[in-house]
């Protein structure tokens, strides 16, 4: 292993797929050690029932040229956070980099349903699994990450906090989870502030997930055959630009300078400098505040 992360160890929760997998891939490949979780596995699935498997995930990180480290957990259960993180501690006696990607919520909103017509109870389970499992997973690893100085928890949400402040979210479950991390990480900041650790929220733009790239009938080196359908689509970015996103913040000896900041992907490359895998630097929030939102033709042109 080489690279700007040799030697640092980071906990990805919830990297089987999208954006957690783009992020694992690029630590990989800053040289990080990586342990990755979720539920899905090549022996079991999870109510998702996608192909994608968290050992997969650990094996793109390792090719990237850092290890990955597979251990299947649900974040719901704090015994097997707790076992997740004493296996961290046991093997590595540190933690440098906690990535909250704990999601699992697509499957359970309803698009601009109020909440007196949403089926309650996947409401409850979109934000337990959205908000609970982020406060369990840091409960539990933040002793470990605060042994050493310089530590840094990054919390993957959907929107910056000026966009989500002034809009409205899909639903009152959707919104209230992502508002909600965006609020942990604010949290966080003081509290891990004054240790010597460094706590962000972070969110991508419209994310090229498997999951997305199968709702628009394409695949990532076709991507833009979906625009005909989707025009706004040409914003987009793979999932691992928020990767690179999260390596260069890991690598910074300065990040501390973002304490419980709202990041966003575009905005960090604009400040770090690094691309997508095409070469180009989506900007999507402020996309879709001047042309989506405001009802122009789509047209990406100055913002990629």
């Known amino acids: 292993m080489?690279?700007?992360?040799?030697?640092?160890?980071?906990?990805?929760?919830?990297?089987?797929?999208?954006?957690?997998?783009?992020i694992a891939v690029e630590l990989g490949a800053a040289?990080?050690?990586?342990?990755?979780?979720?539920?899905?596995?090549?022996?079991?699935?999870?109510?998702?029932?996608?192909?994608?498997?968290?050992?997969?995930?650990?094996?793109?990180?390792?090719?990237?040229?850092?290890?990955?480290?597979?251990?299947?957990?649900?974040?719901?259960?704090?015994?097997?956070?707790?076992?997740?993180?004493?296996?961290?501690?046991?093997?590595?006696?540190?933690?440098?980099?906690?990535?909250?990607?704990?999601?699992g919520g697509e499957r359970l909103f309803e698009w601009d349903t109020p909440v007196w017509e949403h089926d309650?109870?996947?409401?409850?389970?979109?934000?337990?699994?959205?908000?609970?499992?982020?406060?369990?997973?840091?409960?539990?690893?933040?002793?470990?990450?605060?042994?050493?100085?310089?530590?840094?928890v990054v919390e993957m949400t959907d929107g910056t906090a000026d966009y989500n402040r002034d809009t409205y979210r899909v639903n009152l479950f959707y919104d209230l989870a992502k508002a909600s991390v965006l609020r942990m990480a604010f949290a966080l900041?003081?509290?891990l502030g004054p240790r010597g650790a460094t706590a962000v929220a972070l969110t991508p733009g419209w994310m090229r997930s498997e999951i997305m790239l199968d709702e628009f009938g394409v695949r990532e080196e076709n991507w833009r055959d979906a625009l005909d359908r989707v025009p706004h689509f040409a914003i987009s970015e793979s999932p691992r630009y928020v990767g690179r996103a999260v390596a260069a913040l890991a690598?910074?000896?300065?990040?501390?300078?973002?304490?419980?900041?709202?990041?966003?992907?575009?905005?960090?490359?604009?400040?770090?400098?690094?691309?997508?895998?095409?070469?180009?630097?989506?900007?999507?929030?402020?996309y879709l505040v001047e042309v989506q939102d405001a009802g122009r033709p789509a047209d990406a042109t100055g913002y990629r």
């Not at 080489?2 to 783009?22: M, Q």
């Not at 840091?138 to 470990?144: W, Y």
């Open 2 to 22: 080489s690279g700007p992360l040799e030697n640092k160890v980071a906990l990805v929760a919830g990297a089987t797929r999208g954006a957690g997998r783009g």
């Open 189 to 191: 900041g003081h509290e």
């Open 251 to 286: 690598a910074d000896p300065e990040s501390a300078r973002w304490n419980g900041s709202s990041l966003s992907s575009g905005g960090l490359a604009r400040a770090y400098g690094f691309t997508d895998l095409d070469g180009s630097r989506p900007d999507a929030w402020r």
């Open 31 to 103: 040289g990080a050690t990586v342990y990755v979780t979720g539920r899905t596995t090549r022996l079991r699935r999870s109510e998702y029932d996608r192909p994608e498997t968290v050992e997969d995930t650990a094996d793109l990180v390792t090719a990237a040229g850092g290890r990955g480290i597979a251990v299947p957990t649900d974040h719901l259960d704090p015994a097997q956070v707790a076992a997740l993180v004493d296996r961290i501690a046991a093997e590595q006696d540190r933690l440098d980099l906690l990535v909250n990607d704990i999601w």
């Open 120 to 152: 309650l109870g996947n409401g409850l389970r979109l934000l337990r699994l959205a908000v609970e499992t982020h406060a369990i997973t840091s409960h539990h690893a933040l002793p470990l990450l605060l042994r050493r100085p310089g530590g840094l």
